[in-house]
């Protein structure tokens, strides 16, 4: 499914809700135009160099001094609580998606 208004698609269902999406989104919702040009604006930071971001988990356990990702314990008791034939998980774009790889083995 997807976010509708009179039968017209608004946002999609999957993949990342960019800025310029939800800004469209809200406008067509609101009857109102943005007061910000999009187009200048999309261009201005489409040239800004921006270092990828890789799909690491924060802090694992053993790091010492350093508060541990809280997302490992939920992880380590969904391992316990949840037989995963029968299971389908959904999630964000981030740990929750990752714990999915074998290495995390959700």
């Avoid at 809700?17 to 406008?27: G, I, N, R």
């Avoid at 490992?72 to 959904?90: E, M, P, Q, R, Y």
């Amino acid at each position: 499914g997807r976010i509708w208004k009179e039968r017209k698609a608004i946002l999609p269902v999957i993949g990342e809700l960019k800025p310029e999406y939800v800004l469209l989104a809200v406008s067509r919702i609101s009857g109102k135009k943005p007061k910000v040009n999009l187009r200048a604006h999309l261009e201005k930071f489409s040239k800004v160099k921006i270092p990828p971001r890789l799909p690491i988990f924060c802090t694992p356990v053993t790091v010492p001094g350093r508060p541990p990702c809280p997302y490992w314990s939920v992880f380590s008791a969904l391992k316990k609580a949840v037989d995963f034939k029968n299971v389908i998980f959904g999630g964000e774009i981030g740990c929750y998606m990752m714990a999915g790889n074998p290495a995390v083995g959700l």
